[in-house]
């Protein structure tokens, strides 16, 4: 279909991004180029990973779900408190039921979508707003009591042969989704879906269907990358998810997946997350002001864009 | 006369394609030059030639005997040239008057010289499209009325020379007259009118000169009605063709396949009976927007509200989707191959699977969808599918291959019921032929085949028995010797009886 080079490229600009990055950040400090700033690095693009890899899945739609932040702090709220309970069956739930929770948001999400075929813009923007509005009410605007459980601090802190443990979820994560997107109908139907909806209806796609899994997959993300963080920091805090919504869009379309939809690999996505994180972790070192970070977070995201405009005819 | 524009030893190559070679080629002021020639024979890289969409790799383009360029659109537009294209350009979400407008001389700062409008609604009446309000969104309007509109937004623009590429494709017989009738006053003013169409019948009607194109070349030019229909045919394709149209069944018509009783939609068409037997392709003719299309989406379940009884072999069936009309054995070959049928930029592959997609067990590609290879396989071959490979994306191949995909997806799925909208507007003869072979084949083993067609030449020529719309009902039934295009037209614009 299309050369070596072209079929690869979306990876290919993200990851010399991140040679370039290394490489510079190794002029100033050797440190950058050790297995242990290596390692940490991927540990922590672990938790954006995921988070990320279910921004793509919405976008591949030519969707977008703006309720990552609190999903994620949702998530992580619910499953910090319950772990915390100091009943055994609620701490035994306490990752499932975060997981679930996820998966219900990305459910609400599904309906305005596809049932009420409401922009996703507006309905998720519409449905963080009350994710937030719940967690407030909740924890009366303080942040919230409790603490991660064993098993979450052991996978998002702890490491396997030397591996962190975190990289290796988000490497098996991962593999299911590329499996999804290669193997399965509703990985074809999600391309499909992205790049006509009305002719995938026309051709007898299940559009609705595809679009709720699609959505509750972006939640159930979400609410993974939030006990992975909650298990990081041993806590939900509030606002906990706010930094990872621009991120997480910017991994994904760095990787080269249109934000249009119906065009990307999740290869690309991998190397977007990495890069990103790398850039995040350059700025902090270099003490670069964090309003120049949102700048240049901005910026990358537009240059993006910008390459995969529209054509006029 | 000495020709408005000319084009000497012109060529256009894409890489190492060429689309075009040496061509010698010009229009005279105050005639209608009709270019004939299958899809890929270069008529629409003529057309963007001259009207400055692109630049010739060899050659000179002359206007009025002075070589000239055309780096852009807008140059050609400037100097008379004005060229409505095959893919309608028209905004979507704008008005039909913005729309009209957009571009117009006198309109690039954003004022609207006084009597635009009113001259704009003018040209619309004239040519049929009373119906069509000014302040109607594009969304709204059918591909005819699109059309139209198309073609008002073009005569707005006062050409010198005027390109109609297919614009006529998705019109009725009596909205072409009506175009004519304008393009002939346009002729006797002295524009120069070029007239790209695939129907035999309107080029005979309206063209003064004929030149026919083959594989990038001007193969030859000649005064209109002095060669037959199948000495232009061999000139296009290059050999001898059989009959366009195969001869019917001679056979019995079979058992019911498709039984549609007092099926309505309110404010779409109104207690429609319709039955599909065996062995005989039944035609749907009528205007543009008397309920026949409407009526063959609900039969695919596509419109909601949908009252009535649809048995498919006997057993009735509730559709209320596309995906409980496949499983039913209904396939559907929409109206606009290119946002409808298929998805251009994934693969010829994919695009096949599509509608088989659900029938993969356990929702996995890699097992079977109980579609045997081997029956695509026959399907391509059948209709000489010219293709790269199954990786290639659908867009980068000419329309008419397009539309073979658009068949092949479904009628791999072996269905019991082929409903095709208007399925060879825009397609060159050699794959109308063989598009229409195929239906009579499909239609003696057994599939019914209903064709909703703007073509009258199908209707008469291809179908056994012809049901006309008008005003959301069937005005007639018509088959055997009654089955005239007089017929036809008149029911078509409910008039009682023609004889």
Redesign the interface.
Known sequence: ?MGFAKRHADPLIPLIGCVLLIGFGALFFPKFLTATYLLQQVQIAAFLGVIATGAMVVILLGQIDLSIPWTLGGAAIISTAMAASGHTALEVLAIPAGLGFGLLVGVINGVGVAVFRIPAMVWTLSVNAMLLGLAVINTGGFNPKGEASGLMIAVATKTTLGIPNAALLWLAYGAGVLWLF????????L??IG??E?????????TTRVIFAAFALAGFSSALGGLLLAGYANQAYQSMGDPYLLPAIAAVVIGGTSILG??GSYAGTVAGTLFVTLLTSVLSVFQIDPAWRQILFGAIIVAMLLTQRRRI? | MSAFVAMKGVSKLYGATKALTGVDFACEPGQIHAVLGENGAGKSTLMKLMSGVIQPTEGVIELNGTPVTLPSPRAAQAAGIVCMFQELSLAADLSVGENILLGAPGTGWGFLPRGRLARARKLLDRIGGEAIALGARIEALTLGERQQVEIVKALMRAPKLLILDEATSALTSTIVDKVFDVLRELKAQGVAILFISHRFHEVEAIADRVSVFRSGQHIDSFAAGSRSQAQIIDLMIGQPMDELFPPRNAGDIGDEVLKVEGLRLPGGFEDINLTARHGEIVGIGGLDGQGQGKFLQALFGIMKGVQGRIEVNGVPRSITSPRDAASAGIAFVPEDRKTEGLIPNMSIGENLQLSALSRFRGGLIGRGNGIDPAAYDALIAELELKFAGLDAPVSSLSGGNQQKVALIKWLALAPDCLLLLDPTRGIDVKTKAQIYRLMRRLSAQGMAVVLLSTDYDELVNLCDRVLVFYNGQIARSLSGDALTPEAVVAASMGVADAA
Do not use: E, Y
Not at chain 1, 182 to 189: E, K, L, S
């Open positions: 279909m290669r193997r399965t109908t509703f990985g074809r139907a391309f499909a790049n006509s009305k002719a995938s209806f026309l051709s007898g796609v299940n119906g065009r005819m």
